[in-house]
């Protein structure tokens, strides 16, 4: 058994993540005198049918309990440091149809927490909070269900439970890291099937497919996002989402596609030949994306400014794209006049976790300086927190166009050999990396070329 299996036969830290998320809160003067209320995911049915819509746990919950049932809740009492989670009771009707559910006995085995009650219990326990007339109860106000009644409470304090969640996920534990590297592990399967299945597929699906096959048979059930499955011009397509394209004479394809696994995301991008080698032109954009990464490696530990790490996977594309010849002029003016962001539009990489673009990243979408506008991160990144690290190169005439027909900046592009790239479409290679206080550890496995 791996090491990442041995750590994932142990409990989800839901507790120790409580009590992270109430020292949070109480080291910013919060009162202790508090309970955390949380509640999971409802079942949802679809509109039109008599079927539920395919479930996702709020991540909120899931961090407090490592629980993925719907219809659950939960409460932390911090000054007590007890953690109960509320389960759905039996539905005798619903056995028939869907088996027995947990009951609170394996469910206390399951999870980390104090103690297991039933959902119709929630009320009268919030209940018992009250007597002291001095309690807080900590809640997200858009995910507290109208039954719910906090009157016995002195007060509610409903501005600050998400913040501190989503600041206490940036660093990961051990438990939280294994759950990466284990939906990394199946994602890296997936990935090489469908690089082996590329080779006689005619069609983009058919890639997809094997893809989110090979992660289902290895137990991972759900996508960390909808995967990127793009040949040709598409690769040039950030968010391509129609993976049904025909392969006929395209050069290249990117797939960036990753599972989820306990709720714990993979996000991982490979470009590879449709024909199992690249073009002349393909191969120098590959080597490339390949350098910007490797350098941005280097530059990784604890602390590290992002948009350091961001600036420099530019200037390693700005050389390369000048050795190329497709970029010509003065370095320093190519990087101040944002030419290369015409080339590298995205983000070097985001928070990984629960959520493919995971919280605490504290992005600014406003930023007017089109280098980092969608920079998902931005300061320094701790120790503990896991990240992409995902550069790119890509010839999208939408956003080449305009460069092109402005003759300040077109004078910094040579046309005729850009011309030769535009069916290389795009390329780029993404790994997830754990930060560490020294340097870094990969968790992606996925062989590259
Ligand atoms: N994997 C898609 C993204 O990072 O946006
Ligand atoms: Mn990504």
């Not at 990144?381 to 550069?391: F, K, L, Q, R, S």
Request: proline fraction near 4%; hydrophobic fraction near 35%; glycine fraction near 6%.
């Amino acid at each position: 058994m791996s090491l990442t299996d041995v750590t994932l036969k142990q409990k989800y830290p839901a507790k120790a993540h409580a009590r992270r998320v109430s020292k949070f809160l109480t080291d910013r003067g919060f009162s202790s005198d508090g309970v955390i209320y949380l509640e999971a995911q409802k079942t949802r049915m679809v509109e039109d049918d008599d079927q539920a819509e395919p479930f996702r746990q709020r991540r909120y919950f899931f961090y407090l309990s490592g629980c993925k049932l719907p219809d659950a809740y939960l409460t932390y009492d911090i000054a007590k440091d007890i953690l109960t989670l509320f389960i759905p009771p039996i539905d005798p009707e619903s056995v028939i149809w869907a088996g027995l559910p947990e009951s609170k006995e394996e469910a206390l085995q399951k999870y980390d927490v104090d103690h297991v009650l039933y959902s119709n219990e929630v009320n009268a326990t919030l209940a018992g909070y009250g007597p002291s007339k001095t309690t807080t109860v900590y809640a997200i106000p858009e995910q507290i269900s109208e039954h719910i009644t906090f009157l016995p409470f002195a007060e509610t304090e409903f501005t600050s439970l998400r913040t501190a969640i989503d600041e206490c996920r940036v660093i990961k534990d051990s438990y939280e890291i294994a759950l990466i590297r284990k939906a990394n592990e199946i994602s890296t399967l997936a990935h090489i099937e469908a690089a082996k299945v590329t080779l006689h597929a005619s069609n983009e699906q058919e890639i997809y497919g094997a893809f989110i096959g090979t992660c289902i048979s290895n137990g991972a059930h759900e996508q960390a996002y909808h995967s990127i499955c793009a040949s040709g011009t598409s690769c040039a397509t950030l968010h391509y989402l129609r993976n049904d394209q025909p392969l006929r004479e395209r050069l290249n394809i990117l797939l960036d596609a990753g599972a989820q696994y306990e709720c714990y995301c993979a996000d991982i991008t490979r470009t590879f030949p449709v024909n199992g080698t690249f073009s002349k032109e393909s191969k120098v954009i590959y080597d490339l994306v390949d350098k910007m990464q490797s350098a941005c490696f280097k530059l990784l530990k604890a602390n590290v400014r992002w948009e350091d790490v961001h600036e420099h996977a530019h200037w390693v594309a700005i050389r390369g794209l000048k050795e190329a010849g497709i970029l010509v002029g003065d370095e320093q003016e190519i990087f101040d006049k944002r030419i290369s962001v015409a080339f590298f539009p995205h983000g070097l990489g985001h928070y990984l976790g629960m959520d493919t673009h995971d919280t605490g990243g504290h992005a600014n979408y406003e930023d007017p300086d089109t280098m980092f506008k969608y920079l998902r991160v931005r300061g320094q990144v701790p120790a503990g927190a896991v990240i992409t690290v995902e550069p790119g190169i890509y010839f999208c005439n939408f956003i080449l166009d305009p460069v092109l027909e402005d003759p300040e900046l077109s004078k910094y592009i040579d046309k005729s050999v850009l011309d030769q790239y535009w069916t290389v479409g795009g390329v780029r290679i993404e790994d997830d990396v754990h930060i560490t206080e020294n340097g870094y550890e990969n968790l992606t496995n996925t062989p590259k070329l």
